[in-house]
């Protein structure tokens, strides 16, 4: 395994280095790496295990938040009897046109404005 290129200290092949990337020299070198490799991949496969259940709860509880989500939007936005389609906004009256909301509108829902003082 031979680097090209070197970004920075950390990158330069030193002897240390290059003694942990070669093959061992003696049985007892390799059994033991073999020994390390597989107690790494026994702890990478638990974590992947781990990773995934934690992802499975969270898609059920995303799947929970989305259905009471469209509950309460249906809740703060009911559907109408007449089954006529609805905008979702009112267009906002100009200054010219600005009453008290009560008029005829040609039966537009419009919004009520609520100031809200912190």
């Given at each position: 395994m031979k680097r090209n290129d070197t970004r920075g200290m950390r990158d330069i092949p030193t002897i240390q280095?290059?003694?942990h990337r070669s093959l061992p020299t003696t049985r007892e070198q390799t059994v033991a790496a073999i020994a390390r490799l597989e107690h790494e991949k026994a702890r990478l496969q638990r974590e992947v295990t781990v990773w995934n259940r934690n992802r499975k709860r969270t898609e059920g509880q995303l799947?929970?938040?989305?259905?009471?989500?469209?509950?309460?939007?249906?809740?703060l936005d009911p559907p109408d009897p007449t089954g006529a389609p609805r905008r979702t906004q009112a267009p906002r009256?100009?200054?010219g046109e600005a009453g008290d909301g009560d008029g005829d509108d040609g039966g537009a829902r419009r919004w009520r404005e609520i100031t809200v003082e912190y």
């Open positions: 280095g290059l003694r799947q929970g938040v989305e259905e009471r989500l469209a509950l309460l939007q249906q809740a009256p100009t200054a």
